[in-house]
């Protein structure tokens, strides 16, 4: 069974540019997380996909931050413009029930 | 905030078991207690959790205090790839996200 997936692994770009980070959950995982962690806090909860519905966003930190799952299939979430201090490890995670999840190898988005 | 509390740092023997104490003292009786490792740049790994009886997979064992208040989680034969950042979190299942704290940064040495 392939793990959680995520796309790019690493992103540098440019203040007020856009970036679109993707992660593919576990095949059959309705539950897809995103949580993200800036240098030098802890991990935070950004939001909670049940299939294609936002189950929980309470975690967005502003409305730069979009996320989708389009047919409940993969996620994307994009930033728009980045700031400097959304620079940070952005990981995804997906779960069948509400047990353990599972967890990509994040994306390191770099804004210089 | 997390509810937990953990220390920062531990080290342990090779081949040692690893005890990694963990305080949730304000638990509520519907709330689990899972464990989590994040290896240095890798995301974080699900290793067991419970509710009020102790716990064994083939990971680790979970140990849970009769009142509650307290957890260890124990790797029973500590290798160098277990040395990572540990976290306990308290979890309602109501409520899908997981808080983390800072973690126990656990040091394996040979």
């Known amino acids: 069974e392939a793990g959680v997936t995520q796309f790019p692994s690493h992103s540098v770009i440019e203040k007020g540019q856009t970036v679109t980070l993707r992660c593919d959950p576990i095949?059959?995982?309705?539950?897809l997380y995103w949580y993200r962690r800036v240098m030098g806090k802890e991990i935070k909860f950004l939001l909670h996909?049940?299939?294609?519905?936002?189950?929980?966003e309470s975690g967005m930190p502003n409305n730069r931050f979009l996320a989708e799952r389009t047919g409940g299939t993969y996620s994307t979430l994009k930033v728009q413009p980045a700031e400097l201090e959304d620079s940070g490890v952005y990981f995804c995670?997906?779960?069948?029930?509400?047990?353990?999840?599972?967890f990509g190898p994040g994306t390191r988005l770099t804004v210089t | 905030d997390a509810k937990t509390t953990q220390p920062p740092s531990m080290d342990c023997a090779e081949g040692r078991a690893a005890n990694l104490p963990c305080n949730h003292s304000?638990?509520?009786?519907?709330?689990?207690v899972y464990w989590y490792r994040q290896i240095h740049s890798q995301g974080p790994q699900y290793i067991i959790h419970?509710?009020?009886?102790?716990e064994t997979n083939e990971m680790a064992s979970l140990i849970i205090t009769e009142d509650r208040k307290s957890s260890t989680l124990i790797l029973p034969h500590a290798t160098l790839r277990d040395t990572a950042v540990y976290y306990c979190?308290?979890?309602?299942?109501?409520?899908?996200?997981?808080?983390w704290g800072a973690g126990t940064k656990l040091i394996i040495k040979p």
């Open positions: 996909f049940v299939k294609e519905s936002k189950q929980d």
């Open positions: 419970g509710l009020k009886n102790n």
């Open positions: 995670a997906s779960s069948r029930l509400y047990y353990e999840q599972y």
């Open positions: 304000t638990i509520s009786g519907n709330e689990y």
């Open positions: 095949s059959g995982h309705d539950n």
């Open positions: 979190i308290v979890r309602v299942d109501s409520n899908y996200q997981l808080i």
